[in-house]
């Protein structure tokens, strides 16, 4: 009885000492972390986070960033962008653009990322290095090299003046009714590469099991995609739909390169409104204040769609859990 008591007091000495090293080890490795993530976190704070946190205090001064004389006015620089007509046409044209380059971006990449992940298809790494090209051109490069392409005198009606299908030359960029298409088109081209990785990535993670099994079953490619692929992606596909959503409402530099907003304010987005007031004199002197709140205004309509997005995302998945 005493060689068994002493040899289970060694044995909970043994396991206390163990403990206290997994303990410890945890306590260091987590300490580690915060060391490599503080000068991101840094980095985030300085540049992220305290313009942020500035803009809200901006955003109650009549100030136009240039003078020391700012006054402070409340919340009249938001009930004045509320009461803007221009402010509004630009919130709707950043919905359209929205509108026009995301379905695009899922639809289109998605197929494209299907047929590249079929395994016996030739020369797939190379299709995909032409897609993902654009992603790494500069987009102010590409807004500036469109507009020589895409004018009146440009190679693209040169080449459907050609082809017969214009009897003459279309102003793409210079006509309200067409600049706005133009602009979805080439962003769509633009950003076609980053959605091809998203939905490759999600391919990717699916198991091949499935197909097989499916294939002994008999099913054909139209009903694997539709009963495998497509439920099994809709997680991801939610993800990569969010990412489209913000990064389309906030398109500003290829906007502004090619048609600075017109023609009339044909393809004017808040971006671009918001740039007009804080850092130009087309509206006389810089509105740093008023331009604050209209972007903290349209940031707000931001979040509310991501929480929006955020909710149906939960809501699907716990119907699939059901």
């Known amino acids: 009885m005493k060689e068994n008591i002493r040899t289970l007091s060694t044995d909970g000495l043994t396991v206390k000492k163990k403990t206290k090293t997994k303990t410890k080890s945890k306590s260091s490795n987590v300490a580690w972390y915060w060391v490599f993530l503080f000068p991101t976190l840094a980095l985030f704070a300085m540049f992220q986070g305290w313009p942020i946190l500035a803009s809200w205090y901006y955003a109650t001064l009549d100030w136009s960033g240039l003078t020391p004389d700012a006054k402070f006015i409340g919340l009249r620089n938001f009930i004045n962008v509320a009461q803007d007509p221009y402010f509004w046409n630009a919130f709707k044209n950043s919905f359209k653009f929205m509108l026009g380059t995301v379905p695009f971006h899922l639809l289109v990449a998605l197929v494209l990322a299907v047929i590249l992940h079929r395994p016996g298809l030739k020369a797939a790494n190379l299709f995909r290095t032409f897609i993902f090209l654009p992603v790494v051109t500069t987009t102010s490069i590409v807004g500036i090299i469109m507009v020589f392409i895409w004018g009146s005198d440009?190679?693209?009606?040169?080449?459907?003046?050609?082809?017969?299908?214009?009897?003459?030359?279309?102003?793409?960029?210079?006509?309200?009714?067409?600049?706005?298409?133009?602009?979805?088109?080439?962003?769509?081209?633009?950003?076609?590469?980053?959605n091809l990785i998203y939905w490759l990535a999600g391919l990717q993670s699916i198991s091949k099991d499935l197909y097989e099994a499916a294939e002994v079953d008999g099913a054909s490619g139209v009903k694997k995609f539709f009963y495998i692929t497509v439920p099994l992606l809709i997680p991801i596909g939610t993800i990569i739909l969010l990412l489209n959503v913000v990064n389309s409402l906030k398109a500003f530099d290829l906007i502004k390169t090619m048609t600075n907003g017109g023609p009339f304010f044909a393809t004017d987005v808040v971006s671009t409104y918001i740039y007009r007031y804080a850092f130009t004199s087309e509206m006389g002197l810089p509105q740093l204040g008023y331009a604050s709140a209209a972007g903290l205004f349209f940031a707000v309509t931001i979040c509310l769609l991501a929480i929006i997005q955020s909710i149906v995302q939960k809501r699907i998945k716990g119907g699939k859990n059901l």
């Open 154 to 194: 440009g190679a693209v009606n040169d080449t459907l003046l050609k082809l017969g299908l214009l009897e003459r030359p279309i102003n793409w960029l210079g006509d309200a009714d067409w600049s706005m298409f133009t602009v979805i088109l080439i962003s769509v081209w633009k950003n076609l590469g980053v």
